[in-house]
C-alpha cells in the first residue's frame, strides 16, 4: 500500500496485438512513463507479453497460457487490438483473444466513458460512462463452457440464446451506482423488458434493487432502442448508463461516436481484482503499419488502468498520473494538434510526444 509510506512498484503486462497495436500501446506505455516519472513515483515495470498474430506464429496459440499464467503475477495489463478474422483455421474459429482473457480471469466490468474534448465532438459535453456487463446476455461466445451460444439444427436455422443471472447482474449494477457514487450521482438502466421480459426484465429488475442501497442516486431506465434517441439529443444529461453486453457493445460505439471518435474511445476491462485497459476500437487494419493511428483510446484506457490502481492501493501519485495522462490528452487537443480521424495531420508517433510534452508543461 502506498499509505504506509512504502510506495507500491507495479508491474504491468503489454499485450501488443495485432494491426495498428504495435504503435498505439507503445504509445500508451510513453505517456503513462512520462506521467508516472512527472509524479516523482518510482517507474512501472513492463512485462511485454507473446499474443495474437505473432503468438500464433511462434507459439501456436493466438492466447498462449503461458500468457495467461503470467498475467496472473502482474498488477494489470494493456491489451492492443486483435485482427482474430484473420487468422489462419482453426484459430479464426476459436473463442477470440479478449474474450479468452476475459473469460479467464472473469472481468466482467466493461467500463467504458465517452467524453467529448473540445473540437470535433458531435455531442458537445457529453461525459458519460457506459457499465457493460461483460460475461454473459446474448454473446453466444461469453455464454457457455465450450464457448459457444449460437448453434443450427439444420443448415437453414440458426438459434442464439441469451443469458442473464442475478448474481451478474447485481455485481455489475453495484459497479454502476459505485461510480455514481463518485461522479454526478445518476444511474440509468437500459433493457428491453418491453419485449425480452425475463432476461431483460431481470436485469432491470435486479438494478433498481440494487438502487435502493443508494438512496443519492437518482436512477432512470430506458428500453435500447428509445435509448439510442436519448442519446443522440442528450447526451450530455447522462452519467452513468449501466447495461447488458451486447446493448452495451452498441451503445458504446454510438456514445464514442458523439464524443468524438471510436479512435478516442477508451474502456477497461475489471474483476474485483483484476483490470485490463483495451481501447473500444478494433485494430483498424487499414491503417496499420502507416503512423496514422489515433493513440488516445489506448492511452486514456492506460490513464482509467492506472486511476483503477491507484484507488485500490490509495496511491495518490498513481491517481495524478492518471489525471495528468487525460489533461496532457486534452491539453495537446487544445494546441490543434490531432491525427487524421480527428481532422489533424500528427501521425501516432509525433501525437504521442506532442502529449508527453504538453504532460511536462502541465
Ligand atoms: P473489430 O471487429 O475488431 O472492431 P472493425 O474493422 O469493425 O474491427 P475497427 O478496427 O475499430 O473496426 O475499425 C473501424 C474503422 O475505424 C476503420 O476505418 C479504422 O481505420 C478506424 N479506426 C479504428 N480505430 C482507429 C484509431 N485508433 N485511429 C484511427 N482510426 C481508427
Known amino acids: 500500500m502506498a499509505t504506509s509510506g512504502i510506495p507500491h512498484r507495479y508491474t504491468l503486462g503489454v499485450l501488443h496485438g495485432d494491426g495498428i497495436g504495435p504503435e498505439i500501446v507503445p504509445a500508451a506505455v510513453l505517456i503513462a512513463d512520462t506521467a508516472v516519472a512527472a509524479t516523482g513515483a518510482p517507474p512501472i515495470t513492463w512485462e511485454e507479453l507473446p499474443l495474437g498474430r505473432r503468438a500464433i506464429e511462434e507459439l501456436g496459440e493466438a492466447t498462449p497460457k ?7 503475477e502482474t498488477d494489470g495489463w494493456l491489451l492492443g487490438p486483435h485482427d482474430s478474422a484473420s487468422y489462419p483455421e482453426p484459430f479464426r474459429s476459436e473463442l477470440n483473444p479478449s474474450g ?16 467529448a474534448f473540445s473540437g470535433d465532438a458531435i455531442a458537445h459535453g457529453t461525459d458519460l460512462v457506459i457499465m457493460r456487463e461483460n460475461t454473459e446476455g446474448f454473446y453466444a461466445d461469453r455464454n457457455t463452457h465450450l464457448g459457444t451460444g449460437e448453434f443450427m439444427p439444420t443448415p437453414d436455422v440458426a438459434v442464439a440464446m441469451g443469458i442473464i443471472t442475478r448474481t451478474a447482474c447485481e455485481r455489475i449494477a453495484r459497479e454502476a451506482f459505485e461510480l455514481a457514487s463518485r461522479r454526478r450521482k445518476k444511474v440509468t438502466v437500459v433493457h428491453k423488458a418491453n419485449v425480452l421480459k425475463l432476461t431483460t426484465g431481470l436485469f432491470r429488475d435486479v438494478c433498481r434493487d440494487i438502487a435502493r442501497h443508494y438512496p443519492d442516486v437518482e436512477v432512470d431506465d430506458f428500453h435500447i432502442d428509445a435509448m439510442t434517441v436519448h442519446l443522440v439529443r442528450r447526451a450530455r444529461e447522462f452519467d452513468v448508463v449501466v447495461t447488458e453486453n451486447m446493448f452495451g457493445d452498441i451503445l458504446s460505439d454510438l456514445a464514442g461516436e458523439l464524443a468524438g471518435s471510436l479512435g478516442i474511445a477508451p474502456s477497461l476491462n475489471a474483476s474485483q481484482d483484476r483490470a485490463m485497459a483495451q481501447a473500444a ?3 483498424a487494419p487499414d491503417i496499420a503499419g502507416q503512423d496514422l493511428a489515433n493513440p488516445v483510446a489506448m492511452i486514456l484506457s492506460t490513464a482509467m488502468l492506472l486511476e483503477w490502481l491507484g484507488t485500490r492501493h490509495q496511491d495518490e501519485a498513481l491517481l495524478r498520473a492518471a489525471g495528468m495522462m487525460e489533461a496532457g490528452v486534452a491539453a495537446t487537443f487544445e494546441q490543434g494538434t490531432s491525427t487524421r480521424d480527428m481532422g489533424g495531420s500528427a501521425g501516432c508517433r509525433a501525437f504521442a510526444d506532442a502529449v508527453a510534452t504538453s504532460i511536462g508543461l502541465l
Open 66 to 72: 503461458a500468457t495467461l499464467a503470467a498475467l496472473a
Open 100 to 115: 479468452t482473457i476475459r473469460k479467464h480471469f472473469d472481468l466482467y466490468a466493461n467500463v467504458r466513458p465517452a467524453k
Open 281 to 283: 476500437h478494433g485494430s
